[in-house]
């Protein structure tokens, strides 16, 4: 569609590591899957709602790397990233006799990212795949890191797998048709970065949140490029989330409650996220690691990114229960992940008053 | 019980590396467990058949390591081997708020092995897990290799991970309740070592076939010491299955299309190996790589162990069907696991006229 700012960045994780490019007319271009394996068969995983506006093309392009391409169109939404929706991609794979050589495309946002590289990490114990993100979210969240799973009734992301990806391909082409929604909540996940890790990335979102909003695409290759960088480098320190990594869970553990509590897909991830670092900052500032004035900043940042700052009334009892579940939690006990300075995290525990305190602030 | 021969065999992963323990009275004695991190809370998971006669002794073991430990008993056999028992796992997990330490405990056949390997490995992106096999061919089949999976209904072990335990407790009291019929298809995984790596296990095992049927400690020892030191070298130069693994394959190619065809649980999985093993064998006398009574030789061996030498007649079309699903097939080829010399193996492609001749000569 046209030439614009693009950018790579390259994850070094040995011979595990992989780029991801980021720009515009990128996910029908030969050129972006040069890294990935020439095999016989390739397999489409998009949604109702991403597959009719750019499956075409893209398997327009698979063909002519890929004998034969397969398409699998899952129905759209976090309420079927479960075990059965997994379980058709199972089934066109293997209703179609694909071998261990099958190369996975996961085109879409993070649910069919995080089902498609789960698939590909199980499939005959584990099958190559490639990311096609097609949502700001899923650019910035699911190109680093990894982390490939399914809900289960009873909690998030719980079952799944740590997995690379060949390539990640973010075209801002694909942004275009995005809701406004949607873009917000991306949004979200590209503003916790500053809190967590870098003061002077907030600056630059409180001068650039309006171009982001408006999709200018410099201001977008910036927010997607830094985040990604932001992220690799916490996750290259620990690819296994034993300790640094869980920094990028800031929002999320009062987030994940938000979602749960009020079903999967009631709010989107990146507002229930906003949301959730609304009350992660407040708890900051309550246990004394920064002043009122530094998480009011990060709020009015995150209302002008047009997310919601106060969440749903569940109740106290409710939102601790809930985060228990959180897989941060050890042997019942809530951690929380806190801005220590602002572009400085750590992960500890919080009294039980403090916490049903910013509940209480937080909801209604 | 006994204080037995005993054996350990050090499996050298880097920091994935763990120890096999062989002998009796191993599995409710505390020393066992030493590498296994002290977690608050552990989850037995066991079977119906095998859990009354030896949960409670393990329960009580554990109870000194970890302060809650749990159990979930599954249903006994193959046929079970699926999302739908995999998830009664992830239920218990997450019923009891079990954390991302919680330590799960193996304790069965190969089914538990594979299926607890698999939910150990998914949950949360991965829980410590322990092996303690209970059957011959699990001892010596799933003790080495780190490979966990759930059957799909289009094909067996389609859906897994590569993922290893923390310690493997080969227990030899467990034999002792195992019905023959499971102790021989433990044996076909035994004899399997010797034509694809050992031509001298293959005069040790003529000398003590019956010895083992007879459940004698120190020949059974010998056996699941030498076939997990084999299988640790293969896998060791290999542990992606990206070529020479395929070697331990042996028979299985044959096998899985006899199981498949069958149903699973119709006849066990050592037997349709010991069965697939006498294919395997007369195929690579028919390509000229064995001389005739080599293979004679082997099928003699699997005779005398007590395992069928005669496929189901399920027809040429079907088997070779079913064998074109086989992982190890590339793009529609099968590849068969073949003897190139007593003691060496090969994986290649056969032409379809002698694998069809290698069918009506052992099925009826």
Redesign the interface.
Known sequence: MSSNPSSTVHIDLGDRSYDILIGGGLFDSLESYAAVPRS??ALIVTNTTVGPLYAAQLHAALSQRHREVLEVHLPDGEEYKD?QTL?RI??AL??H?C???TVLYALGGGVIGDMTGFAA??????VPFVQVPTTLLAQVDSSVGG?T?VN?P??KN?????YQPQVVVCDLDTLETLPERELSAGLAEVIKYAPIADAALLDWLEAHIDALLARDRAALTHAIRRSCEIKAQVVGADE??AGLRAILNFGHTFGHAIEAGLGYGEWLHGEAVGCGMVMAADLSARLGLIDAATAQRLTRLIERAKLPVVGPALGADRYIELM??D?K????EIRFVVIEQLGRAGVRPAPDALVREVIAAHTG
């Open positions: 016989a068969t075990w379980n199972f089934d293997l209703g006799g071998d261990r050589k990490a199980c499939y005959m114990r584990g982390k799973a289960h009873l909690g719980m079952i799944g797998a740590f296994r989330e228990r579940l897989k939690s050890e042997a019942g």
